[in-house]
DNA sequence: CAGTGTGAATTTCTTCACAGCG
DNA sequence: CGCTGTGAAGAAATTCACACTG
């Protein structure tokens, strides 16, 4: 019924979609609002209005099948295709994540890396091949890469960034902690591990967990 | 004044954190909100609230004193101490945050890696030591840990979690897909790649970059 | 009758717009 | 005069609560 989707709502997404597949391997194959929705830590309303608006409808008075939701959620996030992934810079972030069997195992296969470094390039990391920058337009039209992944340092990300979109990449997953410039139509996440560990300690410096509320005391 | 700071607030910090001391850096003394703003990619009213809320002063008809911005968001933080970091598993990724100097460089030193596996206990990777579960104890005590970081398979991540919690730990950065349970006081930040790459692939579906406004049209 | 789907109420977050200060 | 700090307006997101349906 809904047209459109929030940003909120795309978020959650993925965690119902992992609550789902959790249910189903335990043999569950229906569930309530309720359920789910505790299994994803969401409020139960805010579960059942998301999947409305994503007119993914369940049974009144029994609840969500859950093969139907792991289907749904699956094809709204567009998981029945793989998105090739390039990873940009091989350092020890790169090298983890070309080795870290996770990526392929979840439809974003590794394809390949690119490095500037000359030593590196034609060398092997955790399967994949690691190229030289000016290969990327090829490896992109060859590979069919749909994703870039930064993992260069923070200096020359924005390098990076630059030669994605100029080589027509629109999605870029982020793990340096600069802020990228990019044309409107690129979308960019930013995963940065400092940021993350700043917000810990923000709260444990309060002695309070993240969700109290909304609200945090500040010292006198 | 404001006696609290929202949750939205302090996910925000980091940001303007950076954005100071890459200003601070260029020169630059003192910065107005639209400026700064820009540079963290924010709303000018908005950082200005965030601030004011922290009761982080600028000046009427200049700006922001910059190396006043790094203090005192450093010190709301909780950046004028370190944290000592335990990482518990010691796979691909746990390796790999081990070797990546960002940690300890922002005031978070991994003092001890974790891992089940025998063989591992007792080496060394990026001068870091790898002991037994059973001594997360002692380490805790010794090396002042504050902070766990998960990296072991999803399957045992809960149990990683529990024995963090037993021993007193309250901070929780997740790296797995697992949806941890905690008790009420811990507070837990999680960084799945996988939802990252999921959200981006939705977007991607769509043509759209992920911040157009609130709304994302759904396919016909 | 259990549990969805959704108007309406509420809460939270953002942005406007301007008074007021340095 | 320029830019902060903030009331007030506005937009979004969440939650309540219940009519309605399988």
Same mark, same amino acid.
């Given at each position: 019924?809904?047209?459109?989707?929030?940003?909120?709502?795309?978020?959650?997404?993925?965690?119902?979609?992992?609550?789902?597949?959790?249910?189903?391997?335990?043999?569950?194959?229906?569930?309530?609002?309720?359920?789910?929705?505790?299994?994803?830590?969401?409020?139960?309303?805010?579960? *059942?209005?998301?999947?409305?608006?994503?007119? +993914?409808?369940?049974?009144? #008075? %029994?609840?969500?099948?859950?093969?139907? =939701?792991? $289907?749904?959620?699956?094809?709204?996030?567009?998981?029945?295709?793989?998105?090739?992934?390039?990873?940009?810079?091989?350092?020890?972030?790169?090298?983890?994540?070309?080795?870290?069997?996770?990526?392929?195992?979840?439809?974003?296969?590794?394809?390949?890396?690119?490095?500037?470094?000359?030593?590196?390039?034609?060398?092997?990391?955790?399967?994949?091949?690691?190229?030289?920058?000016?290969?990327?337009?090829?490896?992109?039209? *060859?590979?069919?890469?749909?994703?870039?992944? +930064?993992?260069?340092?923070? #200096? %020359?990300?924005?390098?990076?960034?630059? =030669?994605? $979109?100029?080589?027509?990449?629109?999605?870029?997953?982020?793990?340096?902690?600069?802020?990228?410039?990019?044309?409107?139509?690129?979308?960019?996440?930013?995963?940065?591990?400092?940021?993350?560990?700043?917000?810990?300690?923000?709260?444990?410096?309060?002695?309070?967990?993240?969700?109290?509320?909304?609200?945090?005391?500040?010292?006198?």
């Amino acid at each position: 019924m809904d047209p459109s989707v929030s940003a909120a709502t795309v978020g959650r997404l993925p965690a119902y979609l992992r609550a789902a597949i959790d249910l189903s391997a335990s043999g569950l194959a229906s569930v309530s609002s309720e359920r789910l929705s505790e299994e994803a830590a969401v409020h139960p309303a805010t579960m *059942r209005r998301d999947l409305a608006s994503l007119d +993914i409808a369940g049974t009144r #008075g %029994v609840g969500y099948d859950v093969k139907y =939701l792991i $289907v749904q959620i699956s094809h709204v996030l567009g998981l029945n295709q793989e998105w090739p992934v390039v990873i940009m810079g091989s350092g020890n972030l790169g090298k983890a994540l070309a080795n870290y069997g996770g990526f392929s195992e979840r439809g974003f296969p590794v394809a390949a890396l690119v490095d500037i470094d000359a030593e590196l390039v034609g060398t092997t990391i955790g399967g994949v091949l690691v190229h030289a920058p000016p290969d990327l337009a090829e490896l992109v039209d *060859r590979e069919n890469i749909m994703v870039g992944v +930064i993992t260069t340092p923070p #200096g %020359v990300a924005q390098e990076a960034a630059d =030669l994605l $979109v100029s080589n027509g990449i629109r999605s870029i997953l982020n793990f340096t902690p600069t802020a990228l410039e990019t044309p409107a139509d690129v979308t960019v996440r930013s995963v940065d591990i400092a940021t993350e560990l700043q917000i810990l300690s923000f709260y444990r410096q309060r002695g309070l967990a993240a969700d109290v509320g909304t609200g945090v005391p500040l010292e006198p």
